[in-house]
């Protein structure tokens, strides 16, 4: 049996990466996690911890990216929401069998298995739902080892290392 565990993270489009991360760093007191890239999807990004939370904000490369269509659509803010999932495979089939349309191209990565379900049936975001084997995004060592993992691992991603200060 599928079951919704929580809300992992919420990712922000924003205009300018920079900017936001350092609003959420001088002015929230957040601490930046890591900063990548996705080369297929033209943005980068970056996750900072907020309490116990984190966000992610990302920023299109392209304008042709999804993030520069958010952006135009919408305007700068909320984006896709992720969301734990238990039993991601059974979850998919009950909403495809209540019609709702799922892109389960990241459904068969055993290590970070995911789908995404539109804005439509996301009240207005999309919903990123998250099996990861190992965990998920958190503030724990192990949450960021596995968050960095992903990012150096699937091709199309781009780790972009931190300068330490």
């Known amino acids: 049996m599928w079951k919704i565990k929580g809300i992992n993270h919420i990712s922000f489009a924003v205009k300018d990466l920079d900017q936001a991360i350092e609003g959420a760093v001088k002015n929230m007191g957040g601490e930046l996690m890591m900063k990548f890239e996705s080369v297929t999807d033209k943005y980068i990004g970056a996750c900072v911890a907020l309490g116990e939370h984190v966000i992610s904000y990302i920023q299109a490369t392209d304008e042709s990216s999804f993030v520069a269509k958010h952006i135009e659509m919408k305007g700068v803010g909320p ?76 091709p199309g991603l781009k780790f972009i290392e931190i300068d330490p200060k």
């Open 79 to 154: 984006q896709h929401m992720g969301i734990t999932v238990e039993n991601l495979e059974e979850y998919v089939s009950h909403l495809e069998s209540q019609g709702i349309k799922v892109d389960k191209s990241q459904l068969g990565n055993e290590t970070f298995k995911e789908a995404l379900v539109g804005p439509k049936f996301g009240q207005g975001l999309v919903l990123q739902l998250m099996e990861w084997k190992g965990g998920t995004i958190d503030l724990s060592p192990e949450g960021r080892e596995l968050l960095n993992r992903k990012y150096q691992e699937e």
